[in-house]
Nanobody, 122 residues
């Protein structure tokens, strides 16, 4: 059974940094797209960033501040978040897409983690 487990969320002041991790188990994900999404209270889940092999794609709102990376040997994807802003506050979800290409739609992803809370205080 596929499992995605996020960790690394927490409370941080504006301008601070956090590093999220997503450990995948159940199969090898090296050839799949892995992404991060987030959902703030009262809002729809939105795309943050995704990576497939060396190709990655960022939402405009996080470009230059967030960096995605993956360690295929550990089946783990990371999200380094710098320069955090209060509007980054949300539950962050890791997701895996089996299909080809990097996609930004929620429905394009097949497996999801349980989420980790990120709160940025002003």
């Amino acid at each position: 059974q596929v499992q995605l487990v996020e960790s690394g969320g927490g409370l941080v002041q504006a301008g601070g940094s956090l590093r999220l991790s997503c450990a995948a188990s159940g199969r090898t994900f090296s050839s799949y797209t892995m992404g991060w999404f987030r959902q703030a209270p009262g809002k729809e889940r939105e795309f943050v960033v995704a990576i497939r092999w060396s190709e990655n794609y960022y939402a405009d709102s996080v470009k230059g501040r967030f960096t995605i990376s993956r360690d295929n040997a550990k089946n783990t994807v990371y999200l380094q978040m710098n320069g955090l802003k209060p509007e980054d506050t949300a539950v962050y979800y890791c997701a895996v897409r089996r299909g080809l290409g990097v996609e930004i739609g929620v429905r394009e992803y097949d497996y999801w983690g349980q989420g980790t809370q990120v709160t940025v205080s002003s």
